[in-house]
């Protein structure tokens, strides 16, 4: 990738468990702490962070189980060329949440056209019906689990423009198949209709 660092979250795309990812640190990256305190790994008499890598970076106790849920994960996701089907699969779901929303009265697609290269997500804001509104009603008459909000995002919000309102976000992931993305289209349809 011929980046300096990268991290990955592994409970999002890769199917891991929550509080789980990686970084990748280049060997010319140089990273200072922003708190010391607790070592890890051999050299448990010394007050500071050990200078060798990976060490000086993994203080305490490492999450064992969620190490081997991402490793599982990501066998799992190795085998046969899963990873790019799913891949795939899931862009075209997402295309299609994105062309089915886009039409309907008052919704703005926030990001990319439907028909751009996107991650799995799908935001959209309406121009009456507040985000927590909708995804109370999604949530309760039809059992789908969207999240609405800034979306641990302030940023990206302020320049949208929806940092006051946040926004509703859908993820496609893994499992969700094509007869999901029409039941949510058709009930963000209603929910537009009726206002909530």
Known sequence: ?????YAVSGHK???GPQGIGALY????????????????????????????RPDRYEAGTPNTPGIAGLGAAARFLAEDGRAERQRAEEAA????????????PGIR?????????RVPVVSVVHDRIPPDRIAFALDKRWGIAVRAGLHCAPWAHRALGTIETGAVRFGV?????AGDIEAAIAAMSEI?????
């Open 25 to 52: 640190l280049a060997p010319s990256a140089e990273v200072s702490e922003l708190l010391q305190g607790g070592t890890g790994g051999g050299s448990s008499e010394l007050p500071t962070q050990p200078e060798t």
């Open 93 to 104: 779901l997402a295309r299609k949440l994105a062309e089915g929303l886009v039409e309907l």
């Open 192 to 196: 537009v209709r009726e206002g909530a």
């Open 13 to 15: 795309g890769l199917l």
């Open 173 to 177: 992931g893994f499992g969700n198949t």
């Open 1 to 5: 990738l011929a980046v300096d660092a």
């Open 109 to 117: 697609l926030l990001g990319p056209a439907p028909d751009a290269p």
